[in-house]
């Protein structure tokens, strides 16, 4: 992959300086879903799947970016004293937002330069693919510009900075700092509060990661991702009134049982529910996964998808036939929808011998309940970003 990149650049920006190649990883979140943006934990593991991404600098201080899979939107030009957002620039403004949050934090971006990306994501997965960007992006600032005091943390927060300030998107740390810091064979126990970590060992040497797409496009999940962050911060104000929070996440279920009163809409007490019951059951499957205990740590995942579906209520029809025809077989640990809702994934941990009746029967009943043709993906878990 590596040569082939630089060939490709080669042909795209010409001969010249030498070219170096990075890649930024994909994720899956295993439990903590809707957590990371009310102060949970989180259980994310990177994958295998990413961004590639070649690059050299320039002499002068024009960016040129280009994307192998967006051919057809060309080449997205700006430069260094230009990198405000425009429509037309489509998938690019990722990256110029991630260099337009690197110049506001003050780091010295001395020269322009020429990237080539290709992703090997799956698209409408929601695997991270647009995080996965903004790190690969940070990571060749650092590396480019000589950038040694930037840590990739910084990288990560940069990366979420440019996703929310210059994306206008209201999106939690996890997929650039999972992104970031992933580690083959672990998964992260991160607390989003003060992003505190360890590793995790995800060694399933009897067990397979399994997303599938249910096929069901999102719509209106921007809009739907910000009602409920709003409905989140609104019961979390009126629980502040009696007890000293900063966030949903430093509640245990017994203590939000006695304070939950004082939630004045019952909607709003659904939504803190979740995530507080949510963030429980997060640090409940890590701890069975340290004790070996997968069957556990599937009961949970199990949880998490009632509690998305009837508290949260962010899935809908197809992933609940999806999940449902999951637990129907047996050799599934334990199964859930993932990511914002709405459409889009499930994730599944399958024992090894029970894989291929899952991807056989699942996409079969799924399609004669939905008329709709589910997508399987066996997906491995892999490093963080890094200089190939």
Known sequence: MKQQLVDQFLEIYGEGDQVNVYFAPGRVNLIGEHTDYNGGH??????????????????????????????????????????????????????????????????????????????????????????????????????LMGLTDISMVDIALFSQLAENEYMGMGSGIMDPFTIAMGKKDHAIFLDTSDLSYMYAPLALSHEKIIITNSGKARVSVDERYHERRVQCRQALEELQRVIAIRDLGELTAEVFEQVQEMIGSPVRLQRARHAVTENQRTIQAVAALKRGDIFEFGQLMNASHLSLKEDYEVSCEELDILVEEAWDIDGVVGSRMMGAGFGGCTVSIVENSAVNEFIRKVGQNYKERTGLDAEFYVVETGNGAAVL
């Not at 991404?53 to 700006?78: C, F, H």
């Open 42 to 143: 989180v259980f994310p593991c990177a994958l295998t799947v990413g961004t590639y991404a070649a690059a050299r600098r320039r002499s002068d201080d024009q960016i040129w970016l280009y994307s192998l899979n967006y051919p057809e939107g060309g080449m997205v030009k700006t430069s260094l004293g230009d990198l405000a957002y425009r429509q037309r620039d489509g998938w690019g403004n990722y990256p110029k937002g991630v260099i337009q949050t690197f110049v506001s934090k003050n780091c010295r971006i001395s020269c322009g330069l020429e990237i080539l990306y290709y992703g090997d994501i799956p698209k409408g997965l929601g695997i991270g693919s647009s995080a996965s960007i903004e790190v690969v992006t940070g990571l060749i600032l650092r590396e």
